[in-house]
């Protein structure tokens, strides 16, 4: 009787069951148990307890990912909230030519994470960049040279990922906006509220959810990071600009180094798990409260 | 008595749209001014006018003797309590009505006063510390009209603020409008669409269609004698009951097909002419019950209990009207009766400008 | 509080000559210029890139080393675009972008088709037909979306050599479709969800099953929401590096990490023209989606954001 029951749903969500269960669930059982052995080339079952997340943060390597990643999370974060939540306040003003703005702003969140690096390793260009334009203008001290500057180029990659990045929050916010009831901006205006007052105190406490939302989409991709840092620097210069993310598949995929690789991937899962709990929590309770209420 | 707000040749235009057309309005002060009409007739438009809201194409707009065309909402001491009250939903109560009074740097001893006055007049002394997601329909109105006090508007604009809410709310809270502008006295421009609110609340209607004041009168006389078909139409429910036919000078009567009444008891303030249509308007409570030489006779074919009284629907020459009787008749379906119309209290409207006669 | 002066109308600062009379007269605030002045400006530097990108390719070598990155070119070179597209190298392959754009479509058209396809049945099943513990498996599914690839790849990498399709065709669209599924099933169980729930027991009183229902009632109704699917895969199937790298097999290499490959030469000159000729060359689906769909493009975005 309860195999039977809506049995055409449970069949439709087989798949989905399958994968959940194997690939979502599975893949990071699997990850878990081979982080506890030695493998090396191939997964072998030679257990060593917690070795290889020893190893890993007596890593120099993973140090310098993990410190590069706390960067570009709170650069790229906070950036793209700014910047997104800036540019929709713009957009928001009844200007002229809003969508043809909108568009701009939002075009790059189009292309791929490849091509983005790409695009601003040639702007960024040392030799033939921004920084030989500024220079034939007669700006002879300005000093762009942060794709070779071990120190800067984490901060290249979040220029290259806000570019990319704000037009998606910019969205959010702007759909938050003009979800904001006609009659809230009437009355501030019958009550003589400066706009900017009324942005900071009254409309950003209404679009927090949207806000929280945004926050919570960037952060969690802010972990996954490769493929724009593997394009704009290569993880370079030397390793100064490395993820935990670059670290996983070179530990994978060319060091043949597979139990270091489980434990990393297995650190940077647990990483996100933290974003992601307090998040739900929040939203959980909250809105249980808002329901009580 | 002084005008308080005095609306001169105001046009508005939405892109091609005229919404409201060369209209002008003076609101005595102390006035409760109930604008209405069905949506799309400009009453709302006209309201954001008013408030600075929107900016009008052509015309002026005074309060309180004040040219306020150009002025900035701010600037025009108005009050406004919107139908969805637009409370800040992240604020307390307290924090509700001072907001504006903080951003635009009132002391705050001063504050703390205003809120203390209009709390107490309001009765929401107790509900300071709540956020509007905790109040009633009703009290977060009573917040929205504190909003209005606190800025000592000379002017309440009121936009639909009753039609979120069900209808036993609805009346109560008429009700405590209606005693705070006893109290206040302050002016009061209402827009709804709701006929019975119009009634009750206003010391005056402006009854609006396609941006166009239709008739503006005490809610009596509009009631009574609606100066044109749309307005005899729009107020009243039961609706109006509408004939269309003759007008015969010759014995001064309205013929029907085979129907003729004499309109000796009407008062005409135009007589029409011999032989032109003419529409005949009575109200369901201005037909009687009698058995007379003059009365027609009817089958009913239609009963509607509506509680305080009833209903019946019965037709003349194919036309269904209906009759308001006592509750306490007890006629069944298919039963015959015996009517006349009181024409004194009838309306008739030519049938061509469709205004009355 | 218009961009436009209208000089017939009175100033603002003669209103006590003038009375005011009707509209205010319209006149640029300073706050108003500086909102323009700071629009454009953002405007320029989200253009920039893409500026610079376009008019890199169309100059030669020789003006790239010793122009302005930022001036249009002198003299026009078409010279990178059909390098790009069928001659510049990927390691000892030089056959340009052109196979990697084949690849890519056999890649993304069947991977959309399949994805969508199940994240609509999901979406329906979901929406109409809940059974107990359903949502568990849901809720863990979209805690999928959340989980870092590299944590998946290899276990993943695995399963698809145990069942024999890694690094084929087959083993990329299977694994473009297990992680577009959360997104997937996420927006069409919202979509159904606000659809009529009348419509459905209607459906099921006139005699309608789960696959009666689902084709000629569901899908007739689906169109939009299936439209903003197909964007959202399109664009992210094009543009994914990672799993083309990993699951594609050398064959079958999508246009993303052949571009990266005819960058990032080790030896020999960069050819700067060319290589933002490939950029473009790759970017060109992606844009043009997001240029024609628009309003599409970002109702797909606010889809996915709101939280299940």
């Known amino acids: 009787m309860f195999f039977t029951k809506n049995l055409a749903s449970k069949i439709a969500l087989l798949p989905m069951i399958i994968i959940s269960l194997t690939v979502f669930v599975g893949c990071i059982i699997y990850s878990f148990v081979y982080s506890l052995t030695g493998s090396k080339l191939i997964p072998a079952f030679s257990y060593v307890g917690f070795k290889q997340y020893e190893r890993l943060f007596k890593s120099r390597k993973w140090d310098v990912a993990v410190e590069n990643i706390f960067i570009y999370g709170v650069v790229f974060t906070v950036g793209c909230l700014i910047i997104g939540f800036l540019l929709a306040v713009l957009i928001d003003q009844k200007i002229r030519g809003e969508s043809l703005f909108r568009t701009i702003f939002l075009y790059p969140y189009a292309m791929s994470f490849v091509v983005t690096g790409l695009v601003w390793k040639w702007v960024l260009n040392p030799t033939f960049g921004l920084e030989h334009s500024m220079h034939l203008w007669g700006f002879e001290w300005f000093q762009l040279d942060w794709l070779v500057n071990r120190e800067l180029a984490i901060y290249a990659v979040c220029i290259a990922a806000v570019w990319q990045g704000a037009g998606f929050v910019m969205v959010l916010m702007l759909a938050g906006l003009r979800g904001i009831d006609e009659d809230i901006w009437k009355s501030l205006s019958i009550e003589g509220v400066p706009k900017w007052k009324s942005y900071l105190f009254v409309i950003l406490p209404m679009i927090r959810p949207m806000v929280v939302t945004s926050l919570v989409l960037i952060a969690a991709g802010v972990v996954k990071v490769y493929d724009l840092i593997l394009a704009l620097t290569s993880g370079g210069p030397g390793y100064a600009t490395t993820t935990p993310a670059m670290y996983v598949m070179e530990n994978f995929f060319s060091r043949a180094n597979l139990g270091q690789a489980f434990a990393a991937s297995i650190i940077m899962f647990l990483s996100v798990v933290c974003i992601l709990a307090p998040w739900a929590f929040y939203e959980f309770y909250y809105r249980s409260k808002e329901a009580k209420a | 008595m002084e005008n308080s707000v005095e609306v001169k040749k105001l046009s508005f235009n939405y892109g091609k749209v005229e919404i409201l057309k060369n209209l002008d309005l003076n609101i005595k002060d102390g006035e409760f001014m109930v604008l209405l009409g069905p949506s799309g007739c400009g009453k709302t438009t006209l309201l954001n006018c008013i408030a600075g809201l929107l900016d009008l194409d052509e015309g002026q707009i005074w309060i309180e003797k004040d040219n306020v065309t150009w002025k900035q909402p701010k600037d025009r001491h108005i009050g406004m309590v919107f139908q969805s009250y637009a409370l800040y939903p992240s604020m307390t109560v307290e924090k509700n009505l001072s907001f504006g009074l903080r951003m635009t740097g009132v002391e705050k001893s001063k504050i703390k006063e205003k809120i203390n006055k209009a709390s107490e007049l309001l009765q929401i002394g107790g509900l300071l510390h709540r956020k509007p997601s905790q109040l009633s329909g009703g009290q977060r109105q009573r917040v929205a009209i504190g909003r209005a006090l606190v800025r000592d508007a000379k002017v309440f604009l009121f936009d639909e603020p009753l039609s979120n809410l069900d209808a036993k709310l609805r009346a109560e809270l008429r009700y405590e409008i209606k005693k705070l502008h006893r109290d206040l006295g302050n002016t009061m421009i209402y827009v709804t669409h709701d006929q019975i609110e119009a009634m009750t609340l206003a010391d005056r209607i402006a009854v609006m269609k396609n941006g166009v004041i239709q008739q503006l009168d005490s809610p009596k006389k509009i009631y009574n004698k609606p100066s044109s078909l749309f307005v005899a139409d729009f107020i009243g429910s039961p609706s109006m009951n509408f004939f269309s036919g003759t007008f015969l000078s010759e014995n001064n009567s309205f013929s029907l097909n085979k129907t003729t009444f004499i309109l000796n008891e009407y008062q005409f303030e135009n007589k029409p002419n011999d032989m032109s249509e003419i529409i005949f308007g009575i109200r369901p409570e201005d037909i009687r019950l009698k058995k007379s030489s003059e009365s027609l006779e009817f089958n009913i074919e239609l009963i509607e209990p509506m509680g305080a009284d009833t209903l019946i629907w019965l037709s003349l020459e194919n036309i269904p009207f209906s009759v308001r009787l006592d509750v306490s008749s007890e006629y069944k379906l298919g039963d015959v009766i015996n009517i006349e119309f009181d024409i004194k209290r009838a309306s008739i409207f030519d049938k061509k400008s469709e205004l009355r006669l | ?308």
């Open chain 3, 1 to 308: 509080m218009n961009f436009i002066i209208e000089a017939k109308r009175p100033k603002p600062n003669m209103s006590n000559i003038i009375e005011a009379n009707g509209p205010k007269p319209k006149h640029l605030t300073i706050g108003r210029i500086g909102l323009y002045c700071f629009i454009l400006m953002c405007a320029l530097f989200f253009l920039m890139p893409l500026y610079v990108m376009i008019i890199t390719s169309l100059k030669d070598m020789d003006e790239i080393r010793s122009g302005n990155l930022l001036y249009i070119p002198k003299i026009l070179s078409l010279y990178s675009w059909p390098k790009a597209w069928s001659e510049a190298c990927t390691g000892f392959v030089c056959e340009g972008l052109r196979p990697g754009l084949i690849n890519s479509l056999k890649i993304t058209i069947p991977s959309v088709i399949v994805s969508v396809s199940l994240g609509a049945l999901n979406g329906y099943a979901l929406a109409f037909w809940r059974f107990k513990g359903a949502y568990f498996f849901f809720g863990l599914c979209l805690f999928g979306a959340f989980i870092p690839y590299q944590v998946m790849v290899y276990p993943l990498l695995k399963i698809e050599s145990a069942i024999g399709i890694y690094s084929s065709l087959p083993g990329i669209i299977l694994v473009h479709t297990i992680f577009g599924m959360p997104i997937l099933t996420l927006i069409f169980r919202n979509f159904y969800a606000s659809l009529p729930i009348d419509l459905f027991k209607a459906a099921r009183i006139d005699g309608g099953n789960f696959l009666k229902i689902f084709f000629y009632v569901i899908i007739p109704m689906s169109t939009p929401i299936t439209i903003v699917a197909i964007i959202l895969q399109v664009t992210g199937i094009w543009n994914d590096f990672l799993l083309g790298l990993i699951f594609a097999g050398r064959d079958n290499q999508p246009m993303t990490v052949q571009l990266n490959n005819i960058v990032q030469v080790d030896f020999g000159v960069a050819e700067y023209n060319v290589d933002m000729a490939a950029t473009i060359l790759t970017s060109i689906v992606p844009l043009a989606v997001y240029f024609l769909s628009g309003r599409w493009f970002v109702r797909g975005i606010a889809a996915g954001a709101i939280k299940g």
